[in-house]
């Protein structure tokens, strides 16, 4: 499914918009991975979602995508550092 579709049904406001599947979202996030949309759509689906808010189905498809197009990092001696983000949070 086209992007823009995934907008609408998420772009309705906080009460108005519909949950994503599982699948869904899988593609909706595999299509921004992979660069397959504008930078005008990833905006609107950044600013959708940050509205909308995510549902743990979403999130797992979010993380479906995600995993199928990353390269896992071998184990190593070396640390490694993770820069979480908080989402504005000041605490």
Same mark, same amino acid.
Not at 33 to 44: F, K, N, Q
Not at 66 to 89: E, F, K, W
């Given at each position: 499914? *086209?992007?823009?579709? $995934?907008?609408? /049904?998420?772009?309705?406001? =906080?009460?108005?918009?519909?949950?994503?599947?599982?699948?869904?979202?899988?593609?909706?996030?595999?299509?921004?991975?992979?660069?397959h949309?504008?930078? +005008?759509?990833?905006? =609107? &689906?950044? +600013?959708?979602?940050?509205?909308?808010?995510?549902?743990? /189905?979403?999130?797992?498809? &979010? +993380?479906?995508a995600?995993?199928?197009?990353v *390269?896992l990092l071998?184990a190593?001696?070396?640390? +490694?550092?993770?820069?979480?983000? $908080?989402?504005? *949070?000041?605490?």
């Amino acid at each position: 499914m *086209a992007i823009a579709q $995934y907008i609408k /049904e998420i772009g309705r406001g =906080a009460r108005g918009a519909k949950p994503l599947s599982r699948e869904q979202a899988t593609d909706l996030f595999g299509q921004v991975l992979d660069g397959h949309v504008t930078d +005008l759509e990833i905006g =609107a &689906f950044c +600013l959708a979602m940050r509205i909308k808010g995510e549902t743990a /189905e979403e999130m797992c498809g &979010f +993380l479906d995508a995600t995993h199928q197009r990353v *390269a896992l990092l071998p184990a190593t001696d070396r640390p +490694l550092i993770v820069l979480p983000s $908080y989402n504005g *949070a000041r605490q």
